[in-house]
């Protein structure tokens, strides 16, 4: 484990070369101590002869420190040495969350916008993946409150999964996801008519279309090349 660099290990071993002891007594030991100050001094209690030391679990933070110092049989301590920060996120993002279209109950388009969000209270987010099926994810991307992603082919209720990952390589376990209907479009109207009833008015006729649930609207533009407006919309038994 790298100080200054996050990691999802809990368990940090701090390893160091054996001391001397100029002076003739001889080195009895090592005095050490983890916490989360920077210049902590250890007292002269030996807690080791090895060059190595595990540390219990850590929690997450980034202020996680490792001081030790050589003591001699003379009872007396070298200066100490400060080994950190390190620093450990062990939970995945949460609070997640992924809509489709921006909330739409369907879509004519396979390919759909997605809104994103999560949560990392340590280290911070860092990628996302996308899946249809929960099994085949894409590939790793940075992090963003927007993607684009493309549906399944085929009519019906499609679901979009998502999971996120932190800096120290998290990732959820348990995905969130959205659905969304993706239907054909519509075919146009047929069999158009214009009639101009008077000179301020005039008669659009067309035939029904044969789709459930489809709406017409009429836009009209009161100059060549001008913008078009929404006139009315009419439901599909007119």
């Not at 209690?45 to 933070?61: H, K, P, W, Y």
Request: aromatic fraction near 10%; hydrophobic fraction near 35%.
């Amino acid at each position: 484990v790298v100080a200054r660099t996050w990691t999802k290990t809990r368990k940090i071993t701090a390893t160091w070369d054996s001391g001397s002891d100029v002076n003739g007594a001889g080195v009895k030991g090592c005095g050490y101590i983890w916490d989360t100050y920077p210049d902590t001094v250890p007292t002269t209690q030996v807690r080791t002869t090895d060059l190595t030391a595990e540390s219990l679990d850590l929690s997450d933070g980034n202020s996680h420190w490792f001081h030790i110092r050589t003591i001699d049989n003379a009872g007396n301590a070298s200066e100490t040495v400060h080994m950190g920060p390190f620093y450990i996120d062990a939970t995945p993002p949460a609070s997640a969350s992924v809509i489709i279209a921006g909330g739409a109950e369907a879509t004519a388009s396979m390919q759909v916008s997605l809104m994103l969000a999560a949560a990392d209270g340590a280290s911070g987010l860092k990628e996302m993946q996308f899946s249809n099926d929960n099994t085949a994810w894409s590939e790793p991307i940075s992090f963003s409150a927007t993607a684009m992603w493309n549906l399944t082919v085929g009519t019906g209720i499609k679901t979009v999964y998502a999971r996120f990952s932190d800096q120290a390589g998290n990732w959820m376990t348990n995905p969130v996801s959205d659905t969304i209907r993706l239907q054909e479009r519509p075919a146009n109207p047929q069999n158009q008519t214009v009639d101009r009833t008077t000179n301020t008015t005039v008669t659009l006729k067309w035939s029904k279309n044969a789709e459930a649930g489809v709406t017409y609207a009429v836009y009209r533009c009161r100059t060549e090349g001008g913008v078009f407006y929404r006139v009315n919309t009419w439901p599909v038994d007119d």
